[in-house]
């Protein structure tokens, strides 16, 4: 089964805008992670927040979780071209199983 | 370096022919997993392990097999790969399982075609 279902699939932004992705989740959550993959790369962690937490900030990335929609979004402002890089949330639950979604490729175009 | 290693890290087989996948971390994690990243189905989890010995499957086991042997290493095994097997698939690990997953680190992947 598939959680965390990312919203754009794609966005194009330019260079300095601020980009917004989204992610929907089915069932509870203990945790909600970002990551961020280059093009046929690995995935890197960007951000963690926590069921009982509603904003997170590292950078130019902003988190945030809504447990009664069962969504989260993340917000990087700023955006530069090497920001170009597919965004996944992953769901973590109890099952010590990290749940990913599909993933939003975003292109900031210089 | 903290890491997590796969090799190989592009591999073209033939249907049938028994192969390996190794992976390797030197965290001294004690969670490790498999996924495979298929376009348009985005990763989708194979097998994990919790700790030397401990293995269980995840979303998709079916066509392969792991062992954890020790902590460092998860090598997957395909005993018969078959064309849809064909993929691009990720090592992971982190520190401890338990309280909802936690961080992963990610190898930088294996890109395996089976003809």
């Known amino acids: 089964s598939q959680q965390g279902e990312e919203d754009p699939q794609a966005l194009s932004i330019q260079e300095g805008e601020n980009a917004t992705m989204n992610c929907s989740y089915k069932t509870s959550i203990n945790n909600l992670q970002w990551y961020r993959q280059n093009s046929g790369r690995g995935l890197v962690h960007l951000i963690l927040?926590?069921?009982?937490?509603r904003e997170k900030h590292s950078g130019r990335l902003r988190v945030t979780l809504d447990t009664s929609k069962k969504s989260s979004s993340l917000l990087i402002t700023a955006s530069r071209a090497a920001d170009t890089a597919s965004y996944f949330c992953a769901k973590g639950a109890g099952s010590y199983q990290l749940t990913f979604g599909k993933g939003t490729k975003l292109s900031v175009i210089p | 370096e903290a890491q997590v290693t796969q090799n190989p890290r592009y591999l073209i087989t033939v249907t049938g022919k028994k192969l390996t996948v190794t992976c390797s971390q030197n965290?001294?994690?004690?969670?490790m997993s498999w996924y495979r990243q298929d376009p348009g189905l985005g990763l989708r989890q194979i097998y994990y392990s919790m700790n030397v010995e401990v293995t269980d499957k995840g979303d998709v086991p079916e066509g392969y097999k792991v062992s954890r042997k020790e902590k460092r290493n998860f090598p997957l095994i395909l005993e018969s790969p078959s064309p849809n097997q064909t993929s691009l698939y990720f090592c992971?690990?982190?520190?401890?399982?338990?309280?909802?997953?936690?961080?992963?680190?990610f190898g930088p992947g294996t890109r395996l075609t089976v003809l």
């Open positions: 965290m001294n994690h004690e969670y």
């Open positions: 992971a690990s982190s520190f401890r399982p338990g309280r909802g997953a936690d961080t992963q680190y």
């Open positions: 927040i926590r069921s009982n937490e």
